[in-house]
């Protein structure tokens, strides 16, 4: 099974130091397809992670040069870490709705 990681919501960045709370972009996008089309949820393995690195759980997968999020990682080792790659992707092989 396909495998998508997305940030965990609500981080904070310890490089700002700021102590404010904040959310990934391209993570919010590839959440609103989800909530688009709930059947992904039995077709990919959805994961979240934390914003801090490293997030092992990825670099197992595919290694430590390529943790950014979001990351869909195919059943064949390969992955996508692009936002628009991603939903060409699911468009493609998952029949949802083309961006416009």
């Known amino acids: 099974m396909k495998k998508l990681f997305l940030l965990k919501a609500d981080f904070q960045d310890a490089v700002r130091n700021d102590g404010k709370k904040y959310f990934c972009p391209d993570c919010v996008m590839i959440e609103g397809i989800l909530s688009y089309y709930p059947r992904l ?9 934390n914003f801090s690195r490293p997030r092992q759980i990825i670099i197992d997968l595919i290694g430590e040069a390529n943790q950014s999020c979001p990351v869909l990682v195919l059943e064949d080792g390969s992955f996508i870490n692009e936002t628009s790659e991603i939903i060409r992707h699911l468009s493609e092989y998952h029949q949802i709705g083309q961006s416009h």
């Open 41 to 49: 949820s039995n077709e990919l393995e959805v994961q979240y992670v």
